[in-house]
């Protein structure tokens, strides 16, 4: 296993989905800060297909993605809070927001 490339779009793309995944649980789970277990499996498996993902920096969002590497559950799970927080993100972290939409315009093409 080996951790993203230190590239500035992979951690800003982990950034973005941890961030997102908390705002969902704190307003539909329970209200707190910390996840709670659903959650903290959700964000440790986006993490992992991160670290798996071909394109890498050169990936598109996961939401724009040709390839659908996530499993049915967690694909459902993760559409759910994009649902929620994708707009919501506009207004708690704007930048990171339009960042996120620009690097949904990029063609994936896999790493060489
Ligand atoms: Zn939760």
Same mark, same amino acid.
């Given at each position: !296993?080996?951790?993203?490339?230190s590239?500035?779009r992979m951690e800003r @793309?982990?950034? #973005?989905v941890?961030? !997102?995944?908390r705002?969902?649980?704190? =307003?539909? %789970?329970?209200g707190?800060d910390?996840l709670?277990? =659903?959650?903290q499996?959700?964000?440790?498996?986006a993490?992992r297909?991160?670290r %798996?993902c071909?394109?890498? @920096?050169?990936? #598109? #969002?996961?939401?724009?993605?040709?390839?659908?590497?996530y499993a049915?559950g967690?694909?459902?799970?993760?559409q @759910?809070v !994009?649902?929620?927080?994708?707009?919501? !993100?506009?207004?708690?972290?704007p930048?990171l927001a339009?960042?996120?939409?620009?690097d949904?315009?990029?063609?994936?093409?896999?790493k060489?």
């Open positions: !296993m080996h951790p993203p490339r590239s500035t @793309e982990a950034r #973005t941890a961030l !997102m995944i705002r969902f649980c704190r =307003d539909c %789970h329970q707190r910390s709670c277990n =659903d959650c499996a959700l964000l440790a498996y993490h297909r991160l %798996h071909p394109f890498q @920096e050169h990936k #598109t #969002t996961c939401g724009n993605c040709p390839r659908h590497c049915p967690q694909r459902r799970k993760i @759910e !994009m649902r929620y927080a994708g707009p919501r !993100m506009l207004l708690s972290h930048l339009i960042a996120h939409l620009i949904g315009l990029r063609k994936p093409r896999p060489r």
